[in-house]
């Protein structure tokens, strides 16, 4: 495979040049450098960008007298780009699950000051060396509540599958991720052995699925919005995307059954002039009353033990990190998909292209 | 010892380059901004040695698949926003000051919008019970929605509709530049007014359609939001794989090479465009 | 009359173009519409051509009611101010196009656009883009394209006006003896009354929407109807005085016997430059005055003296020269000015 020898050659190039440079102290004693005018923070945008901005920004703000500029969408090739070229223009930037192990490798990010940000509190999955988790998500079923009453939607991926018993149209993401497990599940796979992934396996069951998938969705408002539009009854989605609609009171419902739980983690660009604010953001973030009130609004929540206590009890069952919900789900694996992602995306388009 | 002769072709030599300056800033942008990241991309493509990826990009079926879906795709959007869009330029040419005023407004306003809103507003429109699917069926034209999002059609609606104006003003442009005697003329002779269209009108607003279609076939080429979102995943654009490519898997140099290979192609279409088009003017 | 225009109205918003235009031009005349610009002149070429539906009046083409035909139905051949030759045809596409619309056999075609080009003098210049030809080719290839199908009329819009002095002469002269030899009924379009006077059969002259006088070049300079057409054609003195008893006083000149029958009251004469003469000439002349020069200004044949008389006013003198004569004063000299009460034409509405 020309792609993975590639990236192998690509991986061994950047690991030279890291070794190369000597690693500098991050600030280890002495007064804080000086104060920017503001910092520029990187993430997905949207409603979340508010939530950032209304939970943890204002409090940086209030605490360090620096503005906080938010940008959007996350790119890991603009990151890798902004590093390459030096002087990056984010301090912190959001970086999806599955891309932190390889930005590390490719040496794109500063360590986590610790002394700065305190993990000491925080569950070894919310400890990394060079990424601040900063909360939990899921990808979950979601369904249009006034079809299947009363809990009578389908239940895991098997009944995602079963389209005698659950009829309508469905959506799943146009991806490989997460969809290779769902089918996996749906085939009959305990949980605790999808990995390494079959990926003959999961596609034959795929193509079972695939004459009753209307929509293979891109962005994470499609499905959502396919929903309430009902141009689909069952979707899969982030399950905050589907938190949101509840709380509208819109006929959508989700199930974390056999979700597959990843971690958004925020990193500093390797190179950023305000690095050490950005170690001074993540600090803030840490803050689990904070995480709460983020929790509250998104159902994305922190990793911080206490964060649960602060929210309102009704909240907590939609919560993926809430311990019934964890128990029911899976945590995606990133080194499969880190190693075996390019294959499996290629496998992926010559799978829709065969038009059926 | 020099002639007065060759101090005058000096002189004009000399005027020349003066003028050749003038343009040199716009070569120098243009180089800047064109020609070296091109020049660094085709080196990013073959920047391990081999053509290896070269090879896998015009010889593997995915990516020739694609490659042609989307040539396919580009050409019909292209064609599509002519014939929409050559009425629209003919009937602006020839309205009054608040017919312009009106046409321009209604021409101009998608560019307030970014492309993903407007795309999500088909989005609404288009859907199995959108406006359109409701309208019908209330009509009782229609028993069954159709499918009018999330496949071909959606993605083409979806790609005229944001493509339009880079028809329209090339075409209205020259169109304005067409003296209007020339018809006025060709109707004195005794034309009617079709075929003083056909054999004056038409034939010099050439280079408008010329530069339109171009326009519009290299733009629609590169697009990647419209037909990922309103081709419900069954559309994919060679510019999808190359951003995949980049953003996803950071294969750079295969991303590179796919690049040169689109980049080619529309050189060689645009070419055709040209060379039909001039052909056309003198048939 | 092959062309017949009776009671043209023509009106944009609050602006009349046209307000009641009558003219009859006869088969094979060669009329002339003179006028300043904004006379409408040219709405009236574009009325005769179809391009204008007047408001108000009909338009006659031999005998037919053609006021709401389309311009195609006409039959009239035009060339336009920029020529408005197809750029994208070649000279002998362009010949043929009114013949291949009107579809003409094919061998008829190529006979006649040869005929055509051979009558401009443009004979192997067909396979040629428009823009490879002069100024003055061009406009040969316009006029060959006008009247290579036979047409009842021809409506030529200031055709020369971007042509330079030598070639326009040329042209004219061209014009009027392909419109001899074709017998073609021409209406003409200028603002420039020399060219009028060169090539008309008939000159009307129109201002302000609406035709002054009609009538031969040489009537229309030596009896102007009205103080506009007298002022606009050819330099011109004109005299306010009043009349009594055959006889009207002029500031400067004293008394001047009028033609018999002339009423009592206020009235307009006009004094042609050529008929002014000074000096030792003007003591011949029965109507004398004295005035001071205050320009000079020689012209080869001629010199042009502006005077400021001593009864008040200023005159034009236009007197003729010969190689060997002085010049006929200097400026600042006072000298005496006459002429013959006979060359006064009083203009009828002054």
Redesign the interface.
């Known amino acids: 495979m020309t792609i993975l020898t590639n990236r192998r050659g690509l991986l061994r190039a950047a690991g030279g040049i890291a070794t190369a440079g000597l690693p500098l102290p991050a600030f280890a004693q002495g007064s804080p450098p000086p104060k920017p005018d503001r910092i520029v923070v990187n993430a997905s945008g949207g409603g979340m960008a508010t939530q950032l901005r209304r939970s943890y920004f204002a409090e940086f703000e209030r605490l360090h007298g620096i503005r906080v500029v938010d940008t959007s969408p996350v790119d890991f090739g603009k990151l890798r780009a902004m590093v390459t070229s030096g002087n990056p223009e984010w301090t912190v930037t959001e970086i999806g699950g599955q891309d932190v192990d390889r930005a590390k490798e490719l040496n794109l990010l500063e360590p986590i000051d610790t002394s700065i940000v305190d993990l000491s509190r925080y569950p070894a999955a919310g400890r990394n060396s060079h990424a601040f988790i900063g909360s939990a998500y899921s990808t979950v079923l979601g369904f249009r509540s006034d079809v299947f009453r009363d809990g009578s939607h389908p239940k895991g991926w098997a009944e995602f599958w079963d389209v005698r018993r659950f009829p309508g149209a469905r959506s799943l993401r146009n991806h490989p991720v997460d969809n290779l497990e769902f089918a996996l599940l749906a085939d009959g796979v305990p949980m605790d052995q999808i990995y390494p992934i079959d990926m003959d396996r999961a596609f034959r069951k795929l193509d079972e699925i695939r004459p009753h998938i209307s929509v293979w969705w891109s962005t994470g408002a499609q499905p959502a919005q396919m929903l309430v539009d009902r141009e689909v009854v069952l979707a899969t989605g982030w399950n905050g995307r589907f938190f949101e609609l509840a709380r509208r009171n819109a006929p959508v419902g989700s199930e974390f059954m056999q979700g597959s739980l990843k971690s958004s983690a925020y990193g500093i660009p390797r190179g950023t002039r305000q690095a050490y604010w950005g170690q001074q953001l993540f600090q803030v973030m840490t803050n689990p009353r904070l995480q709460a009130m983020y929790a509250t609004e998104l159902s994305y929540a922190g990793l911080h033990p206490d964060t649960a206590s602060f929210v309102a009890e009704d909240i907590r069952p939609l919560l993926p990190t809430a311990p019934v919900n964890l128990e029911r789900q899976f945590w995606l694996n990133v080194g499969w998909w880190t190693e075996n992602g390019a294959r499996a995306q290629e496998r992926w388009n010559r799978w829709m292209l065969q038009r059926g | 010892m020099s002639s007065p002769g060759d101090s005058r072709r000096t002189t004009a030599r000399r005027r020349e380059t003066a003028l050749f300056l003038l343009a040199v800033p716009a070569l120098l942008l243009l180089g800047i901004i064109f020609a070296w990241p091109v020049l660094r991309l085709l080196a990013m493509s073959v920047e391990d040695g081999t053509l290896a990826n070269f090879e896998k990009a015009t010889l593997d079926e995915l990516y020739l698949y694609v490659l042609f879906d989307s040539v396919k795709i580009a050409a019909m959007v292209m064609a599509i926003c002519l014939l929409v869009a050559y009425p629209v330029a003919f009937w602006l040419s020839r309205a009054g000051r608040w017919g312009v005023a009106l046409g321009m407004f209604a021409l101009l306003l998608p560019f307030w919008t970014s492309v993903l809103v407007r795309t999500y507003a088909w989005l609404v429109l288009l859907g199995r019970n959108g406006v359109v699917n409701r309208w019908l069926r209330d009509a009782g034209l229609i028993d069954a929605p159709l499918p009018l999002l999330h496949n071909t059609s959606g993605v083409l609606i979806g790609m005229v509709h944001v493509l339009l104006p880079y028809m329209v003003f090339p075409i209205y442009a020259s169109l304005l530049r067409i003296d209007p005697d020339l018809s006025r003329a060709a109707e004195g002779l005794g034309a009617p007014a079709w075929r003083s269209f056909l054999r004056v009108t038409f034939p010099l607003s050439l280079p408008g359609v010329s530069a339109g279609c171009a326009l519009v076939f290299v733009l629609s080429l590169g697009f990647f939001i419209t037909p990922a979102l309103l081709g419900g995943g069954r559309v994919i654009m060679v510019s999808m794989l190359i951003e995949q490519q980049v953003r996803e898997f950071l294969d750079w140099p295969f991303a590179a090479a796919l690049s040169t290979v689109l980049l080619v192609a529309t050189l060689a279409i645009y070419a055709l465009i040209g060379r039909i088009t001039r052909g056309a003017r003198h048939a | 009359m092959e062309l017949s225009v009776k009671g043209i109205v023509r009106r944009f918003g609050p602006v009349t173009a046209l307000g009641g235009v009558d003219l009859d031009v006869a088969e094979g005349e060669f009329l002339t519409i003179l006028g300043p610009s904004g006379s409408g002149k040219t709405t009236l070429l574009k009325t005769v ?3 204008e539906i007047p408001d108000e009046g009909r338009v006659l083409l031999g005998g037919e009611d053609v006021t709401l035909a ?3 139905r ?5 060339v ?3 020529y ?1 030759l ?3 045809m070649s000279v002998a596409q362009n010949v043929a ?2 013949l291949e ?2 579809r003409r056999p094919r061998d008829e075609v190529k006979r006649r656009v040869i005929e055509a080009l051979r009558l401009v003098e443009l004979e192997g210049y067909g396979d040629r883009l428009p823009r490879q030809l002069s100024g003055g080719q061009q406009q040969r290839v316009a006029l060959a ?2 009247v290579v ?1 036979g047409p009842r009329l021809l409506l030529l819009d200031e055709p020369f006006g971007a042509l330079d002095r030598k070639l326009r002469e040329s042209l004219q002269l061209e014009v009027r003896r392909l419109q001899r030899q074709l017998r073609l009924t021409t209406l003409f379009i200028t603002h420039d009354q020399e060219e009028a006077l060169i090539m008309s059969d008939r000159i009307a002259v129109m201002d302000k929407g609406r035709i002054e006088q009609v009538g031969a070049p040489g009537d229309l300079y030596a009896h102007p109807a009205t103080r506009f057409v007298a002022d606009f054609l050819g330099e011109s003195n004109l005299l306010d005085g009043s009349a009594s008893a055959g006889h009207a006083a002029i500031p400067g000149f004293g008394a001047v016997p009028l033609p018999a029958g002339q009423p009592d009251g206020g009235v307009t004469l006009l004094l042609r430059p050529e008929a002014l003469r000074i000096a030792a000439d003007a003591a011949a002349m029965p109507c004398r005055g004295q005035g001071k020069v205050l320009e000079t200004v020689f012209l080869g044949q001629s010199a042009k003296l502006r005077m400021a008389l001593d009864g008040g006013g200023e005159v034009l003198a236009r007197l003729p020269l010969r190689p060997s004569d002085p010049p006929p004063a200097r400026e600042g000299e006072t000298v005496a000015v006459g002429f013959a009460p006979e060359d006064l034409h009083v203009v009828p509405r002054g």
């Open positions: 051509a179809g391009f389309p311009p195609r006409r039959d009239v051949g035009m336009f101010q920029n408005a197809f750029p994208h196009f009114p619309m009107r394209r006008a199908f």
